[in-house]
């Protein structure tokens, strides 16, 4: 079902779930912001990709005001509900000084496939442990979603917005594995190279061939 959504079209990928903190300093984001407040309403962020405003974005709840600046800028908590696609675009939304537009649901389908999970998993472990940030695999919850991983596997941005269109769980999974498999023997690689770096002008213990 149509309706129609302020909107603050950004050049990031935003998913659901994802809580974003942003500062607000232009006059018709701020007046977004106030009028969201005022009225206890959600607006989308967009992303704007490739010179333009894409189709998909995702709707976002602001959770609070967490700064005012005496001029009116504002830093603003908020949360990442669900993608929606733009049926209408108006570059100023009527009578106000923001952008709005004319918005659909997008409809998922939370159909994960296990062992395709388990693969994106240790795959996660070892790529986390070769950038020597282990300790965000170990605060990934067991039952993780593809969003919630989104921004930590070195994705473009257009990988990400192409991977917030895809409506089944099962799809994005695999174009995670697919990205984690193709990038994996790159890492691996910068690391051997870094550890020949390292031993350059140390001295070496090798074991000389036999012949």
């Known amino acids: 079902m149509a309706r129609y959504l302020p909107l603050f079209p950004l050049g990031i990928v935003v998913f659901p779930g994802e809580k974003l903190n942003l500062h607000v300093f232009e006059p018709r984001y701020k007046q977004l912001v106030l009028e969201c407040v005022a009225e206890e309403k959600t607006f989308g962020i967009p ?6 405003v ?20 504002m830093d603003i908590r908020t949360k990442g509900l669900k993608v929606f696609k733009i049926l209408h675009l108006d570059k100023m939304a009527p ?7 004319e918005v659909e649901d997008v409809a998922y389908t939370e159909d994960e496939d296990i062992l395709t999970k388990q693969k994106i998993t240790e795959y996660l472990r070892i790529l986390y442990e070769s950038l020597g940030i282990s300790k965000l695999f170990q605060e990934l919850p067991d039952n993780f979603r593809s969003f919630d991983i989104g921004h930590h596997l ?42 020949r770096v390292r031993l350059n002008g140390h001295f070496k213990n090798l074991l000389p061939p036999d012949f």
């Open 54 to 73: 894409g189709a998909y974005g995702t709707e976002m709840k602001l959770l609070n005001i967490e700064k005012k600046y005496a001029n009116g800028e």
């Open 154 to 195: 070195g994705l473009t941005l257009e990988q990400e917005y192409a991977l917030l269109q895809l409506q089944r769980e099962a799809e994005r999974q695999e174009a995670i594995l697919q990205h984690l498999q193709h990038i994996m023997p790159v890492v691996q690689e910068t690391e051997r190279l870094k550890d």
């Open 95 to 101: 009578g106000r000084l923001y952008a709005g537009g």
């Open 47 to 52: 992303t704007y990709i490739q010179g333009g």
